[in-house]
């Protein structure tokens, strides 16, 4: 990690309204992403890592409150004019949302809706436009590009949607790919291409990239680093091969634990996270995870940890973190 | 497509002959004789019956409606018993002043309404919005003929700008034609705008909530570009169908603002004829009236076609 980070979060805040009064989404949370590097954000549905992205595209919903900094190639994104934020959405920050079926505009043809952005941004011409359109549709893998590009949304499967959504994406060359759970919607058959094709793109274009999901199996081997999040906040941050070699957190561990191994023989229970996360209209003094941890103790409950001071890039926030496996088996 | 059109033709006869059977039955359940319209009051009992036999009207109901429909089959729509005139051509003469009427009341609705939805949409619950839409939710409580009634006073008798009871010809004076249906098409416009408005208001800030104008957003697109292209085509489908319904009612004429601005349009034809028990004219109108209901209604239902492809497809 050398030279100015592209995108530099600090002390970031989200408050959502609620009725029962403001819900803070994500609390204090501090990144950073050197250009061309790729990060995976891991945590469970409502661990506020999908607002931490809607946050730094400022797509928030209205009435949400923001607090703390984020910088992208050092422009304060909180404090963009609305015309200079056009500027960079699409431009040089795009992203890809989570439901294929429904981030595509169903009265719109595929390739208006790819062209689109690059009249917008790159001043192409219709014609021009079209045909890079037809041209990215080839590159993301879709089979007849230009009869495909005259299509509606509906007549194409889920994971030819979510392909043109990628299309979409890299359509302006985009410096910071934000994906938003990109495979969830989709079946595990075609999981895995949106994944590989998401890794080439990336490295082709040495683009940046921050992949959202709730399965660390998909960041093992595609992110350069991991952070993990629990309620609103990291709970662990590190090298995506020194996390799996050593977690820290054990919640990072649980997660592990709860995705179902191919190998195991059938009728195997299911691992899960007992309980549930906490309500986040209601903090409760103590580590969040404390409630549903099997090592808590009394500290735990009464007192949050910190994230810890960065050692060899390795964060964790945990009073008793898990000892080092590897040295103790030494 | 070809489908679709034949479907709905097949949709146009059980329609057509269920409002004529209907009319025709009400309309002779009317205390009142044409024969007596006819001839006066004065009128001896042997006068009306020989009359009455004339006319065919001595013949059971279903006999005389028969004979109607076999007539009108064959293209003769029939000949006004009282003034000799043929239904088609007094009819013709009444329709392009009831056609010019629901344009410029469509069209001035449309106009109001449409914009005022976008920007209303594009920020509910702004003091903008909550103006507009207070103002259309009191637009759709006047009666039509008070509308008509306070337009006359302002216009014509305050600032006697617009004159409130003078129909020119189109094709005789341009000018004068339009300051005579400026009046009942402001009428009929300030009564259409507030559905117009209301529907694709509330169509158009849930389609605004959808994943596809987050997604829009994320692309950069121009705020105008998101409300006019990604927003307002999905969300005009109820629009459509309500201008549509409108269409077809003011078809028939608009029988209140046609008395009142004294217009001689298809309204006043259809209840100049019950008054005077001129059934045939009556029957030719309705008949009109429910061809153009579903003539209008298959028009809109093409229109849902082009807006949403996933119709045009066959899988909505």
Known sequence: MSGTPLLEIEDLTVDLPTDRGPLRAVSGVSLSLAPSRSLGIVGESGSGKTMLSRAVLRLLPAGARLGGTARFEGRDLFRLSPRALRRLRGRELAVVFQDPMTSLNPVLTIGGQIAEALREHLGLAPRAAMARAVALLAEVGIPEPERRARQYPHQLSGGMRQRVAIAIALSCEPRLLIADEPTTALDVTVQAQILDLLARERQMRQMAMILITHDLGIVAGRTDEVAVMYAGRIVEQAPTRALFKHMRSPYAEALLAAIPRLHAPPHTRLAAIAGSPPDPTRPAPGCPFSPRCRYARERCRSEAPALSAENGGHQYACWFPLPDRAAAEA | ?316
């Not at chain 2, 009359?51 to 003769?76: C, E, F, I, N, R």
């Not at chain 2, 449309?110 to 939710?137: E, N, Q």
Request: proline residues 5%.
């Open chain 2, 1 to 316: 497509m070809l489908g679709l059109v034949g479907r709905r033709l097949v949709y146009l006869v059980p329609v057509v002959l269920a409002v004529t059977a209907l009319t025709f039955l009400i309309a002779n359940l009317l205390p009142g004789d044409l024969a007596i319209a006819m001839l006066g009051d004065q009128a001896t009992p042997e006068n009306v019956a020989a009359l009455h036999k004339k006319l065919g009207l001595d013949l059971p109901l279903w006999q005389q409606y028969l004979h109607w429909l076999w007539a009108v089959l064959h293209g003769d729509f029939g000949t006004s018993h009282r003034t000799g005139e043929t239904v088609l051509h007094a009819i013709a003469g009444r329709l392009p002043v009831s056609l010019e009427l629901l344009v410029i009341a469509e069209l001035g609705g449309i106009l109001i309404g449409v914009p005022l939805a976008i920007l209303c949409a594009a920020r509910p619950g702004s003091a903008f919005d909550r103006i507009v839409s207070g103002v259309a939710f009191g637009s759709l409580s006047v009666p039509p003929f008070m509308l008509a009634i306070l337009l006359i006073f302002v216009f014509a008798l305050r600032l006697g700008v617009l004159p409130a009871t003078s129909y020119v010809p189109l094709s005789q004076d341009v000018l004068g034609n339009l300051r005579g249906m400026a009046l009942p098409g402001a009428t009929l416009a300030l009564l259409e705008w507030p559905t117009i408005m209301r529907v694709l208001r509330s169509d158009m800030i849930s389609t605004l909530q959808e994943d596809y104008i987050a997604m829009a957003r994320a692309k950069g697109l121009s705020a105008r570009r998101i409300l006019l292209v990604h927003a307002l085509k999905p969300s005009s489908l109820t629009l459509v169908t309500v201008i549509g319904l409108n269409i077809g009612r003011l078809i028939g004429g608009a029988v209140i603002v046609e008395s009142i601005f004294a217009l001689p349009g298809v309204g006043r034809l259809l209840v100049e004829s019950i008054y005077l028990r001129d059934f045939i004219i009556l029957q030719g109108g309705v008949l009109l009236v429910a061809i153009g209901f579903v003539l209008v209604n298959f028009l809109v239902d093409l229109l849902y076609a082009v807006l949403d492809p996933r119709i045009r497809h066959g899988r909505a």
